[in-house]
């Protein structure tokens, strides 16, 4: 810092790497302090590579998923709840380029949280089926929604006519010129009434709603996909649902997972820059010499992690 006089003691403002301020009739000049973000450590290429997917499923899904998320905090939108709570889940990782080319792997993601009693599914691919008991009735081609609803209401005390079950499918595809994973979504819903007459598989989708032993299952093959059953129900205008998670059926899923899925994710952004001296900096068996390489022994540190 210094205080200057003459014809520069009345400059105000930043010149360079200089700042100038005027204090008590003086100018006071000081050097810019310089601040240099390191923005690829392990745990941002990590974050990174990993919240893209989530985005794009959230794309997918919002404008069936408003209030999906009712013990939301004032001030946070269901978005917010859908990435919070899914960046803690199974990361699935996107390079660079696929995520420039909109890329969306359909993966395991919670899609709801609320206060009814969740619908539990038990089984995995394409035959997993729900506590959801349908008792001796079943559903078949002839089933109408009335007939269904009766079905739900007899045999589960937590359902009562009014309610709502909405089915969703997000199928996984890959661009045949591209390479890159896409997906579509699917949605459909059913209200429980006595009144219903239509029937039941005109009004859904059939293989997110058949009879799997007696209960609500999944039947057929969507092809690799993820799947899921929401009940809701609305009281004194609030939206209560139940909180689900997707079940996995994408035989896809595997390569956008793991250490080599962010490798290559990671890569694609540039390498990381983690603290080598740092104890959770990594596995400790580098054994690159601190000097650098033989023709630069001792020569400023040839480890690029510094």
Not at 88 to 112: E, I, S
Not at 135 to 163: E, H, P
Not at 256 to 278: F, M, R
Request: aromatic share 8%; with cysteine; hydrophobic share 35%.
């Amino acid at each position: 810092m210094a205080i200057l006089s003459g014809l520069v003691s009345n400059m105000k403002g930043s010149a360079g790497s200089l700042t100038f301020r005027r204090s008590s009739g003086r100018t006071i000049v000081s050097e810019k302090i310089t601040t240099v973000k390191v923005t690829r450590t392990e745990l941002q290429q990590r974050h990174r590579t990993k919240w893209a997917n989530i985005v794009q499923m959230w794309k997918g899904l919002s404008n069936e998923l408003r209030e999906a998320f009712s013990r939301k905090l004032a001030g946070r939108s269901d978005y917010n709840m859908f990435v919070q709570v899914n960046m803690q889940r199974l990361p699935v990782y996107l390079t660079k380029q696929q995520v420039t080319g909109g890329a969306c792997v359909a993966a395991p993601y919670q899609l709801t949280q609320g206060s009814l009693p969740a619908i539990v599914v038990t089984g995995s691919g394409q035959s997993a089926s729900t506590d959801i008991a349908l008792g001796s009735d079943g559903i078949s081609a002839s089933t109408t929604v009335a007939q269904f609803s009766r079905s739900v209401v007899t045999n589960n005390t937590d359902y009562q006519y009014g309610d709502q079950i909405t089915y969703f499918l997000v199928k996984q595809l890959v661009n045949a010129d591209t390479a890159i994973p896409y997906c579509q979504f699917f949605s459909c819903k059913v209200v429980l009434d006595t009144e219903d007459d239509r029937k039941l598989w005109d009004v859904v989708m059939r293989n997110g709603f058949s009879s799997q032993d007696g209960c609500l299952g999944h039947s057929g093959n969507d092809g690799d996909c993820v799947y899921a059953w929401v009940h809701s129900r609305k009281t004194n205008g609030m939206v209560k649902v139940s909180p689900q998670t997707f079940v996995n059926a994408n035989t896809l899923l595997s390569e956008y997972t793991g250490d080599l899925a962010y490798n290559l994710a990671a890569s694609s952004y540039g390498t990381t820059h983690d603290v080598y001296l740092s104890p959770n900096g990594g596995s400790g068996s580098d054994a690159t010499p601190s000097g650098g390489s033989g023709d630069n022994p001792g020569g400023g540190g040839g480890n690029d992690s510094l």
